[in-house]
């Protein structure tokens, strides 16, 4: 798993300048593992995450290539809070067979398994790309990126956003997605015929209605216009369809 950093947080304040900023509900870090995200003030991603509680500090498990970035973000939120961020030497063990003594179940689906945080990396070869496409769950980078509104991604259904936590970073304008209007775009799980690089986009009758992703075993995870997404798309040379 060298593809994640681990940063740690610590101070008296570490947890609740947390809670003013992400997602999801830090008070949940006492169950295990929590999702979330770090957004821009009009609420578009800015990068994902775990968090683990390592006794009274936190551990933030993110994509090694948020990580520098993400570390300067939170340090220009920090102000006057008794909180410090380091970038640690610490890694991530995953799978989806037995859980070793000290992991934590990922809380974004039970197919997922389990994430060890220790000195040795790695993960038991999971196919992991088969396991996303198949719940529709999003990736740094791939999926995820710096448009990409969280609600539009299924962080809802991945248990990666709080409603009633209260104020954080873009706050205002998930809730307004959430509660206001309805979605008219989004990530969705497709019939794939064929194979295109990740990143293709998908038309329908001439027009571009949405982008293909990640893709496994005929099917792959597509961003699309719900109301044009209709009968069979093109995607390069892949054929798409899409039973909403």
């Known amino acids: 798993m060298s593809d994640r950093r681990i940063l740690r947080l610590t101070g008296a304040d570490a947890k609740s300048f947390l809670q003013g900023l992400v997602t999801n509900n830090v008070d949940h870090l006492d169950s295990g593992l929590v999702y979330a995200a770090l957004l821009t ?8 995450f775990f968090l683990a509680a390592d006794g009274d500090a936190v551990l933030l498990d993110v994509e090694a290539s948020l990580a520098e970035g993400l570390m300067k973000r939170l340090n220009m939120y920090r102000l006057r809070a008794d909180v410090q961020v380091e970038m640690t030497e610490l890694q991530v063990k995953r799978g989806t067979g037995a859980a070793p003594e ?8 039970g197919d997922l398994g389990w994430r060890l945080y220790g000195a040795e990396g790695g993960d038991d ?6 396991i996303r496409v198949a719940h529709c769950i999003p990736e740094s980078g791939v999926e995820l990126g710096p448009e990409s509104y969280i609600l ?14 209260g104020c954080y970073v873009g706050q205002e304008v998930t809730a307004r997605m959430k509660h206001k ?8 799980r497709v019939e794939v015929a064929g194979a ?14 949405g982008t293909l992703f990640t893709q496994s075993g005929g099917r792959g995870i597509a961003y699309l216009r719900f109301d ?3 009968g069979e798309m093109q995607a390069g040379d892949a054929r798409v369809t899409w039973h909403a």
């Open 41 to 48: 003030p009009q609420g578009k991603y800015l990068a994902d």
């Open 102 to 109: 000290g992991a934590l179940m990922d809380p974004r689906h």
């Open 125 to 130: 070869g999971s196919d992991w790309d088969a």
């Open 152 to 165: 539009e991604a299924g962080f809802e259904a991945l248990k990666g956003v709080d409603f009633r936590k």
């Open 181 to 188: 209007t309805e979605l008219r775009k989004g990530l969705r």
């Open 196 to 209: 295109a690089p990740v990143g293709t986009e998908i038309t329908a009758d001439g027009k571009v209605i």
């Open 228 to 230: 044009r997404a209709k």
